[in-house]
């Protein structure tokens, strides 16, 4: 299980090294979300799902898969 930002978690199954490259990868994203934008704008759970999604699928299509199953779990704003 890892939290991203305030709203939501990710649980995975898998290879571990592939999760942990998954957790530099939020990270980043939220250091970028944070010095980009005046703070008004977090991540939710909508948006974290479709970044994993179309991350998978990119990477899946380049022939170099993330080896994990992934779950998604978060609040924000009165929505799962």
């Not at 530099?24 to 799902?49: M, N, Q, S, Y």
């Not at 998978?56 to 009165?78: A, E, Q, S, T």
């Amino acid at each position: 299980m890892h939290a991203v930002g305030s709203y939501t978690v990710i649980g995975a199954g898998g290879d571990m090294s592939d999760f942990q490259a998954i957790q530099r990868i939020f990270e980043d994203l939220l250091i970028e979300e944070v010095t980009t934008r005046d703070g008004k704008h977090k991540l939710g759970p909508a948006e974290i799902h479709e970044f994993l999604a179309r991350m998978m699928c990119r990477r899946r299509d380049k022939f170099d898969p993330l080896w994990n199953l992934l779950i998604v779990g978060g609040f924000k704003d009165g929505r799962k």
